[in-house]
């Protein structure tokens, strides 16, 4: 059964946990101790609803505050699909949590309070599942049921929103608008009666006809080296495998290869998870292979199609989302991590900062502070084997990590 | 529903096979993310261990691992903190486990850190010593000085794991600090800690309960008997089945012991996991229960009921 991963992305307040408890709720996922406890808690802070939101708010500072600090994991499936909430909050780091969100995520919700439509906080939500590619974007306009269902509103924040539409960077993405109540259960996982007016899906519907395999980023089959395995046993003396996971397309037996650095060819002897043999290794999906020839090949190193060559560079030009309460200064140092590889970077030039509500961009800039997005130049002692992020959401990131504190203090997005 | 429980992907039986081969598509992809995880661990860390505490959970663990190192052998031991009040069907399990697949098993026990004076039983009712268990991992992780370890904790057992990282770090004093936590972007995994620390590891992050029981299914894996239905000798307290046993579980005279058929669905210690009234002998109708209960995993766990930040209050301690 395939895995659906959804980042949700709302203001304070907007009921992104709401939302998310609902969802629960109307597909049975809440199991009868955890609704106790639920109706317990809801009833002794005197509301007169069930506050899912405390299905969600896990740690004690969040319940105290009613906010949600960390990003959550809420996991329910149906009968076609299992599903990962991301559920990031919306406002301290917010930059930080969200790109997180939306990075290990296919599909997103926005979430609009109907009443206030679209505010500067959805230009940021909007622009950074933009920016992460994701394939699939709900706009739920949420608490319609506090608008008296009205589809003159609806159809005002929808026109809004289409405004920014036009000035996404990623223009396939596809995106798609559905009024909601959180709190009364409105076009959630039910069609509403409230909306006669609204003709599509409901929330859980929508996610329910994606066809996850399509909005999965699709590239050239890319193998990073994890692992080299070699047993060294009787048994298999003269073993040597590769171990990995395949990214992009696909891999599959008598393929010829191209080992980078080293830049050594060979082929593709066999394809093996645990002690089965395959002829292809599907994208996404953790093989070992072994190479019809003996070639010194070590973690970090990565295995590709002979005709279909990465970029192999030691400079290139990224979009930087900063995470770190350290700023990004010209002329600093950092590792960077492209997915099992690592080197040593050094900031070059920082070209322009990127408001991240599509309100233009900053020039002249000498350090990024936390939750800035920029376009930056790094060198880089050793070169990596990079796609464009536009091509290869995979091999077109990196993180960087502050050799001091050891911290991920950044992600980057390679142009 | 998760993982399709029909017949396995593959029709050919040995890496030796010539027949029609296939492709990995089918392949579950928390396996692979699994698989994914505990291999960065053996690549980035100089020391790791994977905790063993004979569940389902951890014996999963030890299938993945399997299947990412195979042909070579797990290269990093099991620990196992034992509290002394496993059940005993759990411990004969972890040791054929062992010596089947020729693992190396490492023991520390709570007995030990009492004798020594570090940790104090608890009295009472509800005495338990799976919190004590902290003190004791610490020490075993300084001992050994290792840098990572594996375990089979999953985000959907409970709102504080919900928030945790795959790739966790802790401070020497073991303590996890969920407001600072790293980013995790993409699937890069970043490993990289100061001297005394160490970072605790958990590769089925996103599966559920449903999921590993599926698993389970699907592999053939072996678990103890206690998952499944038996005989026990049980009473009854505050709604819930405690397994008699005087030595290890507190019972006030009027708790009267009664045979019951019950079976485990999650294994902890004898003092803090319940019971549920089953009949599901085999595997196939335990997955069948799980997938039509209305209540969740860790609703069978005492130790959880304490209050509702009880396990975030152990988790920075350094529980696990």
Same mark, same amino acid.
């Given at each position: 059964?395939?895995?659906?991963?959804?980042?949700?992305?709302g203001s304070v307040?907007?009921?992104?946990s709401?939302?998310?408890?609902?969802?629960?709720?109307?597909?049975?996922?809440?199991t009868?101790?955890?609704l106790d =406890?639920?109706?317990k808690?809801s009833k002794?802070?005197g509301?007169?609803?069930?506050?899912?939101?405390?299905?969600?708010?896990?740690?004690?500072?969040?319940?105290?505050?009613g906010i949600?600090?960390?990003?959550?994991h809420?996991?329910?499936?149906t009968?076609?699909?299992?599903?990962?909430?991301?559920?990031?909050?919306?406002?301290?780091?917010?930059?930080?949590?969200?790109?997180?969100?939306?990075?290990?995520?296919q599909? /997103?919700?926005i979430?609009?309070? /109907?009443?206030?439509?679209?505010?500067?906080?959805?230009?940021r939500?909007?622009?950074?599942?933009?920016?992460?590619?994701? #394939?699939?974007?709900?706009?739920?306009?949420?608490?319609?049921?506090?608008?008296?269902?009205?589809?003159?509103i609806?159809?005002k924040?929808k026109?809004?929103?289409?405004?920014?539409?036009?000035?996404?960077? @990623?223009?396939?993405?596809?995106?798609?608008?559905i009024?909601?109540?959180?709190?009364?259960?409105?076009?959630?996982?039910?069609?509403?009666?409230?909306?006669? &007016?609204?003709?599509g899906?409901?929330l859980l519907?929508?996610?329910e006809?994606?066809?996850?395999?399509?909005?999965?980023?699709i590239?050239?089959?890319?193998?990073p080296?994890?692992?080299?395995?070699?047993? #060294?046993?009787?048994?298999?003396?003269?073993?040597?495998?590769y171990a990995?996971?395949?990214?992009?397309?696909?891999l599959?037996?008598?393929?010829?290869v191209?080992?980078?650095?080293s830049?050594?060819?060979?082929?593709?002897?066999?394809?093996?998870?645990?002690?089965?043999? @395959?002829?292809?290794?599907?994208?996404?999906?953790?093989?070992?292979i072994?190479?019809?020839?003996?070639?010194?090949?070590?973690?970090?190193d990565?295995?590709v199609?002979i005709?279909?060559?990465?970029?192999?560079?030691?400079?290139?030009?990224?979009?930087?989302s900063?995470?770190?309460?350290?700023?990004?200064?010209?002329?600093?140092?950092?590792?960077l991590?492209h997915?099992?590889?690592?080197?040593?970077?050094?900031?070059d030039?920082?070209?322009?900062?990127?408001?991240?509500?599509y309100s233009?961009?900053?020039e002249n800039?000498? /350090?990024l502070?936390? +939750?800035?997005?920029?376009?930056?130049?790094?060198?880089?002692?050793?070169p990596?084997? @990079?796609?464009?992020?536009?091509?290869?959401?995979?091999?077109?990131?990196?993180?960087l990590?502050?050799s001091q504190?050891n +911290?991920?203090?950044?992600?980057g997005?390679i142009? | 529903?998760?993982?399709?429980?029909?017949?396995?992907?593959?029709?050919?039986?040995?890496?030796?096979?010539k027949?029609?081969?296939?492709?990995?598509? #089918?392949? +579950?992809?928390?396996?692979?993310? /699994?698989?994914?995880i505990i291999?960065e661990v053996?690549?980035?860390?100089?020391?790791?261990?994977?905790?063993f505490?004979?569940?389902?959970?951890?014996?999963?663990?030890?299938?993945? *691992?399997?299947?990412?190192f195979?042909?070579?052998?797990?290269?990093?031991p099991?620990?196992?903190?034992?509290?002394?009040?496993?059940?005993?069907?759990?411990? =004969?399990?972890?040791?054929?486990?062992?010596k089947?697949l020729?693992?190396?098993?490492?023991?520390?026990?709570?007995?030990d850190?009492?004798?020594q004076?570090?940790?104090?039983?608890?009295s009472g009712?509800?005495?338990?010593?799976?919190s004590?268990?902290?003190?004791t991992?610490?020490? *075993?992780?300084?001992?050994?000085?290792?840098?990572a370890?594996?375990?089979?904790?999953?985000?959907?057992?409970e709102?504080?794991?919900?928030k945790e990282?795959?790739f966790?770090?802790?401070?020497?004093?073991?303590? &996890?600090?969920?407001?600072?936590?790293?980013?995790?972007?993409?699937?890069?995994l970043?490993g990289q800690?100061?001297?005394?620390?160490?970072?605790?590891v958990?590769?089925?992050?996103? &599966?559920?309960?449903?999921?590993? &029981?599926? @698993?389970?299914?699907?592999?053939?894996i072996?678990?103890p008997?206690?998952?499944? *239905?038996?005989?026990?000798?049980?009473?009854?307290r505050d709604?819930?089945?405690w397994?008699?046993?005087?030595?290890?579980?507190?019972?006030d005279e009027?708790e009267?012991?009664? +045979?019951?058929?019950?079976?485990?669905?999650t294994?902890?210690?004898?003092s803090?996991? =319940?019971?549920?009234?089953?009949?599901?002998?085999d595997? *196939?109708?335990?997955?069948?229960?799980?997938?039509?209960?209305?209540?969740?995993?860790?609703?069978?766990?005492?130790?959880?009921?304490r209050?509702?930040?009880?396990?975030?209050?152990?988790?920075?301690?350094?529980?696990?």
């Amino acid at each position: 059964m395939e895995v659906l991963k959804i980042a949700t992305a709302g203001s304070v307040d907007d009921g992104k946990s709401t939302l998310i408890g609902r969802i629960l709720y109307d597909t049975k996922s809440l199991t009868s101790d955890k609704l106790d =406890a639920i109706k317990k808690t809801s009833k002794q802070k005197g509301y007169d609803y069930l506050d899912f939101s405390l299905a969600t708010d896990g740690l004690v500072a969040e319940r105290e505050q009613g906010i949600t600090i960390d990003v959550a994991h809420i996991y329910f499936s149906t009968q076609t699909k299992s599903y990962i909430i991301a559920d990031t909050p919306g406002h301290v780091e917010y930059t930080r949590n969200m790109v997180t969100g939306a990075s290990t995520s296919q599909a /997103a919700i926005i979430l609009i309070d /109907a009443r206030k439509g679209v505010i500067e906080q959805t230009n940021r939500h909007f622009f950074i599942n933009n920016l992460l590619r994701v #394939k699939d974007v709900i706009v739920a306009i949420n608490k319609m049921d506090l608008v008296d269902f009205s589809e003159e509103i609806y159809n005002k924040i929808k026109a809004d929103f289409k405004k920014l539409m036009d000035k996404r960077d @990623y223009q396939e993405q596809n995106i798609t608008f559905i009024p909601v109540s959180a709190l009364k259960g409105d076009n959630v996982v039910h069609k509403s009666k409230h909306t006669p &007016w609204y003709k599509g899906q409901t929330l859980l519907e929508h996610f329910e006809q994606l066809d996850t395999e399509d909005i999965y980023n699709i590239g050239t089959p890319r193998f990073p080296i994890q692992y080299v395995i070699r047993p #060294k046993t009787e048994e298999f003396h003269d073993f040597r495998g590769y171990a990995g996971k395949v990214y992009g397309g696909q891999l599959s037996v008598g393929d010829e290869v191209v080992a980078l650095p080293s830049q050594t060819k060979s082929k593709i002897k066999e394809i093996f998870v645990y002690d089965q043999a @395959y002829q292809t290794a599907s994208r996404r999906s953790s093989v070992t292979i072994t190479l019809e020839d003996d070639i010194n090949v070590s973690r970090g190193d990565m295995l590709v199609k002979i005709d279909d060559l990465p970029a192999i560079e030691r400079q290139f030009t990224a979009t930087i989302s900063w995470m770190d309460s350290q700023n990004l200064v010209t002329g600093n140092k950092y590792v960077l991590q492209h997915g099992v590889n690592k080197v040593l970077a050094k900031v070059d030039t920082i070209h322009h900062k990127i408001h991240p509500d599509y309100s233009g961009i900053e020039e002249n800039i000498q /350090a990024l502070g936390m +939750n800035d997005i920029a376009s930056v130049t790094f060198k880089l002692n050793k070169p990596i084997f @990079y796609d464009p992020f536009k091509n290869h959401r995979t091999n077109g990131s990196f993180i960087l990590i502050d050799s001091q504190s050891n +911290n991920t203090v950044g992600a980057g997005f390679i142009q | 529903m998760k993982i399709s429980t029909k017949s396995n992907p593959v029709e050919v039986s040995s890496s030796r096979a010539k027949g029609p081969l296939l492709d990995t598509s #089918k392949i +579950n992809p928390l396996e692979n993310e /699994a698989i994914y995880i505990i291999r960065e661990v053996a690549a980035q860390f100089e020391k790791p261990v994977l905790l063993f505490s004979g569940g389902k959970d951890s014996i999963t663990l030890v299938r993945l *691992a399997q299947k990412a190192f195979y042909p070579a052998k797990i290269p990093f031991p099991l620990m196992h903190i034992d509290t002394g009040h496993n059940f005993p069907e759990t411990i =004969a399990f972890r040791d054929q486990l062992v010596k089947e697949l020729g693992l190396e098993l490492i023991v520390r026990n709570v007995q030990d850190s009492i004798n020594q004076g570090k940790v104090k039983e608890e009295s009472g009712r509800y005495a338990s010593r799976n919190s004590l268990q902290t003190t004791t991992l610490l020490d *075993a992780i300084e001992e050994f000085k290792f840098d990572a370890c594996i375990g089979g904790a999953r985000r959907d057992e409970e709102k504080a794991r919900a928030k945790e990282r795959i790739f966790s770090v802790r401070d020497d004093f073991g303590q &996890w600090d969920e407001k600072n936590q790293r980013p995790e972007l993409f699937d890069m995994l970043n490993g990289q800690i100061q001297l005394g620390q160490n970072v605790r590891v958990f590769p089925i992050s996103n &599966w559920t309960e449903l999921d590993v &029981w599926s @698993y389970i299914e699907r592999e053939n894996i072996e678990i103890p008997s206690i998952y499944f *239905a038996h005989t026990r000798a049980t009473f009854l307290r505050d709604g819930l089945i405690w397994s008699s046993d005087d030595d290890v579980v507190f019972r006030d005279e009027d708790e009267v012991v009664e +045979n019951r058929v019950v079976r485990f669905r999650t294994v902890g210690d004898m003092s803090c996991t =319940a019971a549920v009234l089953s009949e599901a002998a085999d595997i *196939a109708s335990v997955v069948q229960e799980i997938r039509d209960s209305t209540i969740s995993e860790r609703g069978a766990r005492i130790d959880d009921k304490r209050s509702e930040a009880a396990m975030e209050k152990r988790k920075q301690q350094g529980y696990f």
